[in-house]
């Protein structure tokens, strides 16, 4: 059965500083995820990240691939309060469904 | 725009009702989905369609049925509500080779059962 497990669950950082999210998947899978989700709110999609060593930038925000690892990270650079947030990794299962990590919850204070 | 519609964002039902989530994605989606968030539980499945008249199990279907009678529409049924049932329902759709964005959620329904 496939897991993705997220580290670390909690990340309190302040702005300017650059820290990275971990997401571990037990399995093979061809493609990987991130989402995005504000409180109250539902999850919006980020990255699609679809080979090995794939690497998608928006802004401050960076994620890669390593299919070999079965890791992929979510950089985050010279972080600015706007992104807090929870954010999510997901991994196709059978090709029916993904499975999703448990969430980073990032708070980003002045 | 894609747009998962879904058609409460919140709702309030007594123990034992019967309760309908619909879920509506205009996106000629072949799949679709129905999750529920906790505190510290993260997202579990509970069903899913990948296609008219087909349904999945998740990981926790007990207590709840889906429908899925038309392409675009994707209902949850709490056959009889109870208090462990309050919970953020998410509907998400996707393409059947999953495209660039995965699933593409709804807006949530948050439930609470009294």
């Known amino acids: 059965e496939l897991k993705v497990e997220q580290n670390p669950l909690f990340l309190s950082m302040q702005e300017g500083k650059n820290y990275t999210i971990y997401c571990n998947y037990s399995t093979t899978s061809d493609r990987l995820y991130w989402y995005r989700q504000d409180p109250g709110k539902s999850l919006e999609s980020l990255f699609v990240l679809l080979s090995n060593g794939a690497v998608k930038q928006e802004g401050r925000l960076m994620a890669s691939l390593d299919t070999k690892a079965r890791l992929s990270t979510l950089h985050i650079t010279a972080a600015v309060h706007d992104l807090s947030a929870t954010y999510f990794c997901?991994?196709?299962?059978?090709?029916?469904?993904?499975?999703f990590g448990q969430g980073t919850r990032l708070t980003i204070n002045p | 725009d894609v747009k998962v519609t879904q058609s409460s964002r919140y709702l309030v039902k007594r123990t034992g009702e019967k309760v309908f989530l619909e879920c509506v994605q205009d996106m000629d989606h072949e799949n679709m989905f129905w999750y529920r968030q906790d505190p510290g539980l993260g997202l579990r499945l509970i069903y899913f369609s990948y296609d008219v008249k087909m349904k999945e199990k998740g990981d926790i279907p007990e207590g709840y049925s889906v429908s899925r009678e038309k392409k675009e529409r994707f209902s949850l049924i709490l056959e009889s509500a109870s208090t462990n049932q309050t919970s953020m329902y998410l509907c998400?759709?996707?393409?059947?080779?999953?495209?660039?964005?995965?699933?593409?959620f709804g807006s949530g329904t948050r439930l609470t059962v009294v």
């Open positions: 998400a759709s996707s393409l059947a080779n999953w495209g660039v964005s995965g699933y593409t």
């Open positions: 997901a991994v196709i299962q059978g090709a029916q469904k993904l499975v």
